[in-house]
């Protein structure tokens, strides 16, 4: 299978995954979710397995082989990463952990593996014994790595239960300037925010700008979608936002 294949079907797992998560757990909440980080660990966990286990892994991420994964985790990451503009551009960055309970045996394959296409030295430890140390040190990684943007991936009980044996941890940072005219900060007000469930109780900071340069298409009483350029030197990263129209 060919990279642009594998992408699509990456594709089309992060939206199943986002459509089901929104139809469940984040009908009632404001979420945001990472497909990319979703799908680099659940190919990590693959590599780690084998048998039906694996198949179900295979199957579920639209792959061939934990080497067909293997490899587009690490084409992406060269792909992806390696486009940071010096002359104020995107800034991506994306980093993989992995903690093993010291009670689990690694095999020297499984190691080779991911430090070779996740770029991750996997780390054991002692869970039952030293989970507030070994949480505090592992909430520092996830901080250091989204610049203070996440500061507790795991919580106080986090490590607790006597299940839990393997942390398999994925960091996606993004930050990135528009290309021209920004939003005007004293125009920013809050306005009244409609809910899928019907609600319009709620309040929210809208940016607001009258450039119609930026609109790309819109649906009549529901929603526009705006054209927003991240600055990139020549090039530019798109991104679409939905706005309510209401």
Not at 119 to 131: E, G, H, I, S, T
């Given at each position: ?184 900060n004293s125009k920013t007000k ?12 709620i309040k929210a900071p809208f ?40």
């Amino acid at each position: 299978m060919d990279l642009e294949e594998s992408v699509r079907n990456q594709t089309d797992v992060g939206l199943r995954i986002t459509k089901h998560l929104f139809l469940t757990a984040a009908m009632e909440t404001n979420t945001v979710c990472s497909p990319l980080s979703i799908h680099v660990v659940l190919s990590l966990i693959a590599a780690a397995t084998k048998g039906s286990t694996q198949e179900e892994l295979l199957s579920f991420l639209k792959s061939k082989s934990t080497a067909e994964l293997n490899s587009l985790s690490s084409n992406l990451a060269a792909i992806l990463f390696a486009r940071a503009s010096p002359s104020g551009g995107p800034c991506l960055s994306s980093a993989n952990a992995l903690l093993v309970d010291k009670s689990l045996p690694l095999k020297p394959s499984f190691k080779e593996i991911v430090d070779a296409f996740y770029k991750v030295v996997p780390k054991q430890a002692d869970f039952r014994n030293k989970a507030e140390e070994i949480r505090t040190k592992f909430n520092l990684w996830a901080a250091k790595k989204t610049k203070g943007v996440i500061k507790e991936v795991i919580q106080p009980a986090g490590l607790t239960h006597a299940n839990t044996k393997i942390i398999f941890a994925n960091a996606l940072y993004f930050k990135g300037a528009w290309e021209d005219d920004p939003f005007d900060n004293s125009k920013t007000k809050d306005y009244v925010f409609h809910l899928l469930n019907g609600r319009s109780n709620i309040k929210a900071p809208f940016m607001t700008s009258r450039n119609d340069r930026r609109l790309f298409s819109s649906f009549v009483g529901i929603f526009k979608i705006l054209k927003l350029p991240y600055k990139r030197g020549m090039r530019a990263a798109f991104l679409h936002v939905l706005v309510s129209s209401r």
